[in-house]
Nanobody
Framework: QVHLVESGGGLVQPGGSLRLSCVAS????????MGWYRQPPGKERELLGV???????HYADSVKERFTISRDNSKNTVYLELNNLTPEDTAVYYC????????WGQGTQVTVSS
C-alpha cells in the first residue's frame, strides 16, 4: 500500500524559507516521478513541479525562481525548498506520485505571515 507523509510546514515570516519533506513507502521510489502541489485557501490545487527518478526537475513558471525540488532515493524522500516566501504562498502543500492512479499525501500547512 502506497503511503506518503509530508512534514516541515509551519508559520514563517515573509521573506523566510522552509524545507518540506515527503517520505514514501509501498512503492519502488527510485523508479517513480514525484511531484509537489499546493492548494491555497479557497483556490484550486496548483502543480509546483516534478522530479524524475534521475533527479531532473521541472517547475511551474510561477515558482521556478524561488522553489527547489530534490529527492534522495536512498531515503525514499522528496523535498521542496521554499525561499523568499510571501503571504501568497500560504497553502497546504502536497506531494504526489506519478503512479496510476496517483497517490497523495495528507498535506502540510504553510502559513506566511508577519
Amino acid at each position: 500500500q502506497v503511503h506518503l507523509v509530508e512534514s516541515g510546514g509551519g508559520l514563517v515570516q515573509p521573506g523566510g524559507s522552509l524545507r518540506l519533506s515527503c517520505v514514501a513507502s509501498g512503492i519502488i521510489f527510485s523508479t517513480i516521478t514525484m511531484g509537489w502541489y499546493r492548494q491555497p485557501p479557497g483556490k484550486e490545487r496548483e502543480l509546483l513541479g516534478v522530479v524524475i527518478p534521475s533527479g531532473t526537475t521541472h517547475y511551474a513558471d510561477s515558482v521556478k525562481e524561488r522553489f527547489t525540488i530534490s529527492r534522495d532515493n536512498s531515503k525514499n524522500t522528496v523535498y521542496l525548498e521554499l525561499n523568499n516566501l510571501t503571504p501568497e504562498d500560504t497553502a497546504v502543500y502536497y506531494c504526489i506520485t506519478s503512479t496510476d492512479p496517483p497517490r497523495w499525501g495528507q498535506g502540510t500547512q504553510v502559513t506566511v505571515s508577519s
